[in-house]
C-alpha cells in the first residue's frame, strides 16, 4: 500500500522559499476531505513535530517556530496538502512528512530541506 508522498524539497539559500507538496494514498482517497491533516518535520537528533495543521473545515493552525513563515493549504479534489515556506532559517532543515493529524501509519519517506 503506498504511503502519503511528499515532494518540493531542497536546499535553499538564505532568504529562498519552498512549496512542498503531499498526495495520500488511494486507500484514503474517498474519505481525504475528512481527514485533519498536517505537515510534520524531524530533525537530525530530534523527535518529529507537528509544524502545520489544517482540518476539514479549512481551520489552520502554526506551531510558534513556523508562524508567520510558513503557509499550509490543501486540495481535497486532488487529494493534496501544501507547504509554502519562505524566509527560511537553519533551524528549519529538517526531513518533512505530510499525514494526517494524529496518525500513526502511512508515514512516506518524506522529503529533504536544507537551508545553506
Known amino acids: 500500500q503506498r504511503p502519503f508522498v511528499e515532494s518540493g524539497g531542497g536546499l535553499v539559500q538564505p532568504g529562498g522559499s519552498l512549496r512542498l507538496s503531499c498526495v495520500a494514498p488511494?486507500?484514503?482517497?474517498?474519505?481525504?476531505?475528512?481527514?485533519?491533516m498536517g505537515w510534520y518535520r524531524q530533525a537530525p537528533g530530534k523527535q518529529r513535530e507537528l509544524v502545520a495543521s489544517i482540518d476539514n473545515n479549512g481551520r489552520i493552525n502554526y506551531s510558534d517556530s513556523v508562524k508567520g513563515r510558513f503557509a499550509i493549504s490543501r486540495d481535497n479534489s486532488q487529494k493534496k496538502v501544501y507547504l509554502r515556506m519562505s524566509s527560511l532559517k537553519p533551524e528549519d532543515t529538517a526531513v518533512y512528512y505530510c499525514n494526517r493529524v494524529g496518525a500513526s501509519d502511512d508515514w512516506g519517506q518524506g522529503t529533504q530541506v536544507t537551508r545553506s
Open positions: 488511494g486507500r484514503i482517497f474517498s474519505v481525504y476531505s475528512v481527514y485533519d
